[in-house]
């Protein structure tokens, strides 16, 4: 299965920018979609994620300005941010948990998760 990232880019603090993400045409089903994000230095965090009944799980630094929908049609999730912040200057990474997807052969497989090539988000102040 691939995840194909498309937006980030630069802001200056106080701006807005968005990220969103697709799976690959072979999909069957997946539970969770959403986004972690890597700083330089540090660990990769979460910063949401949306079940495919929509229930949304917010890091509590971005709660009340990212912003996550999921257009499970389509598999594609996007995260709206809003009044950014020089810390959320990260590469972002799509993800996708307990993916059913068909492989070459067209036989059905499981992934436990799956992960996009990352996105870089800058935060200028």
């Known amino acids: 299965v691939q995840l194909q990232a498309f937006g980030g880019g630069l802001a200056q603090a106080g701006g807005s920018l968005s990220v969103s993400c697709e799976a690959s045409?072979?999909?069957?089903?997946?539970?969770?979609m959403g986004w972690y994000r890597q700083a330089p230095g540090e660990e990769r965090e979460l910063v949401a994620t949306?079940?495919?009944?929509?229930?949304?799980n917010t890091a509590d630094s971005v709660k009340g300005r990212f912003f996550i929908t999921r257009d499970s049609a389509k598999n594609s999730v996007h995260l709206q941010m809003n009044n950014l912040r020089p810390e959320d200057t990260a590469v972002y990474y799509c993800?996708?948990?307990?993916?059913?997807?068909?492989?070459?052969?067209?036989?059905?497989?499981?992934?436990?998760?799956?992960w996009g090539q990352g996105t870089l988000v800058t935060v200028s102040s």
């Open positions: 993800y996708a948990g307990n993916v059913l997807f068909y492989n070459y052969d067209n036989a059905p497989v499981a992934a436990r998760a799956a």
């Open positions: 045409r072979s999909i069957i089903s997946i539970d969770d």
């Open positions: 949306i079940s495919n009944g929509g229930f949304t």
